[in-house]
């Protein structure tokens, strides 16, 4: 049987490879969340902080693609 830390390394996200420093960001963070916060309050802490940067990432990505054309 398999500890709970294997298992929870398992279910947990990858961090993305490549040159993006966000998605890497994105990645830790999400794995903090999952691995190693004990409390249900520091996971909704957590949890609103990967939901404020995803938000700010697609932000800036329409900002982008709006001054790309």
């Known amino acids: 049987m398999a500890s709970q830390k294997e298992d929870r390394k398992h279910q947990s996200l990858p961090v ?3 040159n993006s420093k966000l998605s890497n960001l ?3 963070v999400w ?3 999952d691995n190693t916060t ?3 309050a520091s996971k909704v802490t957590l949890f609103a902080c990967y939901v404020n940067i995803n ?3 697609k932000k800036t990505s ?3 693609k709006k001054l790309s054309l």
């Open 16 to 18: 993305v490879s490549g």
């Open 26 to 28: 994105r990645g830790r």
């Open 31 to 33: 794995n903090v969340i």
């Open 38 to 40: 004990p409390t249900l």
């Open 55 to 57: 938000d700010v990432h």
């Open 62 to 64: 329409k900002v982008i």
